[in-house]
């Protein structure tokens, strides 16, 4: 990462065990461990942790939801990011809309979700819980509100939801093990996940989503190199457009089979070239890393 000028992070993780292979961040950092203790709202790479409360509400990858132009929560308006595809509008299934990262599909679907719904399927991927583990490590936050408009922008990594690139690393890893994930740097000091067990068949339909956008979503530049992942774009100012270039760019997933352990969170802090899609930014940093 020292070729970069901007604040670039990755974490890499064993998929099975949690275990920390590679926490770095680029030179802008200087001594911060920013990676493993920094605190950003993870955009649309959240949707993971939202398509499993939707699946323990009894939705499958081919259940139907509505895509709509617009989504209005409590006099609050959201909309899909800027370009979102025409084709995958109106109703569609759960794996398109996280293949196409339709925010306003995902909101619409969990409309009725309970006020912890989200935050206990996070838990069950390794985020939005503390654990203390010997050193400094923020494992994420997704606390129940009573605002709806804060529960509506949490589905898509947005409202109160917080992150570090390396409790996002759990989300994926928790998928592609098929149990749940909590990152760890210390042997002898890995935490026991509190939360209920996520279990395999429910990773099975989270891989089958995350691969479905590698197959043809937003992070088809990655076929061959990536097993299943999520991007993401996270504003970093309320009301200002993505042109500004107040955002971040976020990235994690699943190397091929041939690299079974590797499990890459990345995330981007104000790209510079003037793209802000994560499947654009910060996908191909996981591409180098995984070149390694």
């Known amino acids: 990462l020292a070729g970069y000028s901007t604040l670039v992070m990755v974490a890499v993780l064993d998929r099975q065990t949690g275990a920390i292979l590679a926490a770095a961040s680029s030179p802008s950092a200087g001594a911060q461990s920013f990676v493993t203790t920094g605190r950003y709202p993870p955009g649309s790479t959240m949707k993971v942790a939202t398509s499993l409360a939707l699946l323990r509400r009894g939705y499958t990858p081919d259940s139907m939801v509505d895509c709509t132009p617009t989504a209005e929560v409590n006099g609050r ?12 509008t109106g109703w569609i299934p759960l794996r398109t809309a996280l293949q196409q990262s339709c925010n306003t599909a995902f909101m619409n679907a969990a409309a009725g979700l309970g006020k912890t719904e989200l935050h206990d399927a996070a838990a069950s991927l390794g985020i939005g819980v ?81 691969g479905a956008v590698v197959a043809g979503g937003t992070l088809t530049g990655l076929q061959g190199v990536l097993e299943g992942g999520k991007s993401g774009t996270a504003r970093k100012q309320v009301g200002k457009n993505y042109a500004s270039g107040k955002y971040r760019a976020w990235f994690t997933g699943m190397a091929p089979i041939d690299k079974p352990r590797i499990i890459v969170a990345v995330m981007i802090d104000e790209p510079s070239n003037g793209v802000f899609y994560g499947g654009a930014v910060a996908a191909p940093v996981f591409s180098e890393v995984v070149q390694q």
């Open 77 to 88: 308006v959201f909309t899909n990011y800027p370009g979102y595809p025409d084709a995958f």
């Open 130 to 210: 503390d654990f203390e583990t010997g050193f400094d490590a923020f494992y994420g936050s997704v606390e129940p509100s009573d605002d709806p408009v804060v529960r509506a922008a949490a589905v898509i990594g947005q409202g109160n939801v917080l992150m570090s690139p390396m409790a996002l690393a759990a989300e994926a890893a928790s998928a592609g093990s098929g149990h749940t994930v909590v990152p760890y740097l210390l042997a002898g000091q890995a935490p026991t996940p509190t939360a209920a067990p996520l279990t395999e068949s429910e990773a099975a339909d989270l891989r089958d989503m995350m």
